[in-house]
């Protein structure tokens, strides 16, 4: 089982999109388990791992940040895991 971190936050429209193509995905990787970060609330942990805008995914020492992560970017992401 992989952990992906999805750093986002409540308040960010672009969060929320990628949140949706992210949940749209994830039947296609069952070996893939969501771990989501409120971004705003957990600013120490978002600056251990590098994290520095939001949306951002995080696993296994890759990152995936953008302003738009589309859904293709995130499978992607996911495939490369």
């Known amino acids: 089982m992989k952990t992906v971190t999805f ?3 409540v308040i960010c429209p672009r969060c929320q999109m ?5 949940s749209s995905l994830l039947p296609a990787f069952p ?3 969501i ?7 957990n600013l ?9 805008s939001i949306p951002t995914l995080v696993a296994d020492g890759q990152t995936l940040v953008g302003m738009y992560l589309t859904k293709k970017r995130i499978k992607s992401f996911l495939k490369s895991l």
């Open 44 to 52: 120490g942990r978002a600056k251990k791992e590098g994290v520095r």
């Open 35 to 41: 771990n989501k970060v409120e971004y705003l609330t």
């Open 7 to 9: 750093y986002h936050s």
């Open 18 to 22: 990628a949140g949706v193509s992210l």
């Open 31 to 33: 070996n893939v388990e």
